[in-house]
């Protein structure tokens, strides 16, 4: 089996974002490596007391990250790069009650192709690491592949920005953010950027004119730089530019005009996830613990990827197991209630999130998979008529919630290709069909 052709695509820096391009949407898609055969197990990845020199995967290895190995390195990020601790508070956790629905069966057809597949073989499709099916805030289906277990976090990767836009909607509600307030009101050191003349809205729904790359395929995209300065990927011996994300930030340029379309770039996160720091005067570890965390009955702590001075990524860093993705995910559908009673958002955060932003403004991104959608606080909002809205990361990350089938999924993978157009046509269909065979339950 030849992995080689994977390693353009794979090769991602851990916790960075892809774009989903409409010229990626349009490109039919390759033919994959069986799942099966791609397992830790399968491979031997790390397996050993010392793994074999051919299977160990380490930070300073350009192919640690890299398919398959990303099916081992996913859900072991903590052996490998700094992290920030999330406490999950003193409290007991809440109780996720379980009430299984027979869902294996479930079918639906592939956008695209119109190929018919059930729910039990789209885990496989979709390299599945763990998926775990909320309705009326009880586990109708839970189920674990690969190395992924039910203690073990996994990387969020860009769901990660979600959590960072909802803290942010979370402190304009409390007032000690204006979203209509100019970033340099918080950061004045971004003066000289392209955010010299940007909003906070226009930060955190992505509508910022920065020239920024993800392209992956260009060794000179921005992503690389952005990637050494955050601790992503080695530097090298004879690295000279920036060595922190503060540092990279402060090099961004404008291209274009802000507000008028929206893209889809992680630098936007990490100087969102910037101002929060700034003006909750916490580090977004303690702050996410605080506000969130420790409040919905996690039962384990979380953790960030950070740089070498500690500071976390916004983009992409966080990690969680499945099922403390789930009680926020409930919770984000249940209007802010957490499934331990507390109050932990503010309804109108929730609403204001669910409302989504202008469509017009997102289709002029290209995305194929996504036609009618719109991008409000870092989430990605449907408008369809069950009102569901979406995290999303590549290699497969996601919390989808549907409000009006009460329906959550939350799911983690490692798929080959990273942008979401190489999972959407078998994973879109799939929640709805879930969604309407749970509506009828």
């Known amino acids: 089996m030849n992995f080689k052709r994977y390693s353009r695509q794979a090769l991602i820096p851990f916790a960075l974002t892809a774009i989903v391009s409409a010229a990626s949407a349009q490109t039919p898609a390759p033919a994959l490596p069986d799942p099966a055969s791609t397992t830790v197990q399968a491979l031997g990845w790390m397996q050993g007391f010392p793994p074999a020199a051919d299977k160990l995967i380490t930070f300073d290895n350009p192919v640690g990250n890299t398919f398959p190995r990303i099916r081992w390195t996913f859900s072991h990020i903590r052996e490998i790069v ?156 004879d690295y000279a530019g920036p060595k922190s994300f503060y540092d990279f930030l402060q090099t961004l340029q404008k291209e274009g005009e802000h507000n008028q379309a929206f893209a889809y770039k992680t630098v936007n996160a990490e100087v969102l996830a910037w101002i929060v720091r700034r003006a909750s005067g916490k580090s977004l570890a303690q702050l996410l613990s605080e506000r969130i965390w420790s409040r919905i009955g996690a039962e384990q702590d979380a953790y960030f990827m950070v740089d070498r001075i500690g500071t976390e990524s916004g983009g992409g860093g966080l990690n969680t197991t499945l099922r403390d993705l789930a009680r926020f995910g409930e919770m984000m559908r249940n209007n802010g209630r957490a499934a331990n009673g507390q109050q932990v958002l503010p309804k109108a955060v929730v609403e204001d999130i669910r409302r989504g932003a202008d469509p017009a403004q997102f289709v002029k991104a290209g995305y194929t998979t996504l036609p009618g959608w719109s991008y409000r606080n870092m989430w990605w ?53 879930l969604a309407d065979t749970l509506m009828k339950q």
């Open 82 to 237: 700094p992290t920030s601790n999330v406490w999950r508070g003193p409290g007991a956790p809440s109780a996720l009650r379980a009430a299984p629905v027979n869902l294996d069966n479930v079918r639906f057809k592939v956008m695209g192709t119109g190929e018919e597949l059930t729910f039990a073989q789209s885990l496989d499709r979709n390299y599945t690491d763990g998926i775990l099916v909320l309705h009326k805030g009880k586990v109708v289906y839970e189920k674990y592949l690969g190395a992924l277990e039910p203690q073990r976090p996994h990387l969020a990767m860009s769901v990660t920005k979600s959590f960072v836009g909802t803290l942010a909607a979370l402190l304009a509600h409390d007032g000690s953010i204006k979203p209509e307030a100019l970033v340099t009101d918080y950061l004045p050191e971004l003066k000289n950027t392209a955010y010299g003349d940007a909003t906070v809205r226009q930060v955190m729904d992505m509508t910022i004119g920065v020239k920024y790359s993800e392209n992956y395929a260009d060794p000179k995209a921005e992503v690389w730089d952005y990637a050494r300065a955050g601790g992503m990927m080695p530097q090298g011996k």
């Open 381 to 433: 909002v449907s408008h369809n008529p069950n009102g569901a809205y979406m995290a999303r990361g590549i290699h497969g990350q996601a919390i989808y919630i549907d409000p009006k089938a009460q329906m959550v999924v939350v799911r983690y993978a490692s798929h080959p290709i990273a942008g979401n157009a190489g999972i959407d046509p078998t994973s879109l269909p799939m929640y709805q069909a």
